[in-house]
């Protein structure tokens, strides 16, 4: 058995063959052939059930892709609410960066997913973070023309600096 037929498994929501693969011992945050856990690759294409069996069975919620991608960062940016409420119950950073310097939050933002930011937020992501490119949550959700979550994060972000003046 192979890591990249886990994490194929994995990411067609494939549950007897990714519980197979757990039985039989194999390692749930080892990166298949393009650098992905099945973790990443479950959260990305929105297979709830399998992210909870691979948390259960102890992939670490915070494991990164080869470009330091999260499974919070692909849940937030596709919308996957519950995949999203799962990771963080499992104690997924929601700050962390992958190379450019994007966290869950920007990409929540990207998709102008309100549900997920308000989850990230309220989990502690940071509305002021900023990328390599000098892009925080909020450019990004303005940016794309997402007036609701750029709303909320103009607001988070304001309460943050108030807290941090005070």
Do not use: W
């Amino acid at each position: 058995m192979e890591t990249q037929d886990f994490y194929d498994a994995a990411r067609h929501g494939d549950t007897e063959a990714v519980r197979l693969f757990i039985e039989a011992g194999m390692d749930p945050n080892k990166q298949a052939r393009y650098g992905f856990p099945p973790l990443i690759g479950a959260s990305y294409y929105g297979a709830t059930e399998i992210v909870d069996m691979l948390l259960d069975a102890g992939s670490n919620p915070n494991v990164q892709g080869n470009r330091g991608e999260t499974a919070l960062r692909f849940a937030a940016s596709e919308g996957h609410d519950s995949i999203v409420a799962l990771l963080l119950q499992f104690g997924a950073d929601p700050n962390i960066e992958q190379r450019e310097g994007r966290t869950a939050l920007m990409g929540a933002a990207l998709g102008g997913h309100v549900d997920v930011i308000e989850r990230l937020l309220d989990a502690g992501a940071d509305p002021l973070v900023r990328s390599e490119e000098g892009e925080t949550a909020r450019s990004i959700a303005q940016a794309q023309g997402h007036k609701e979550a750029n709303r909320i994060l103009m607001c988070a972000a304001e309460e943050q600096k108030d807290n941090s003046a005070g």
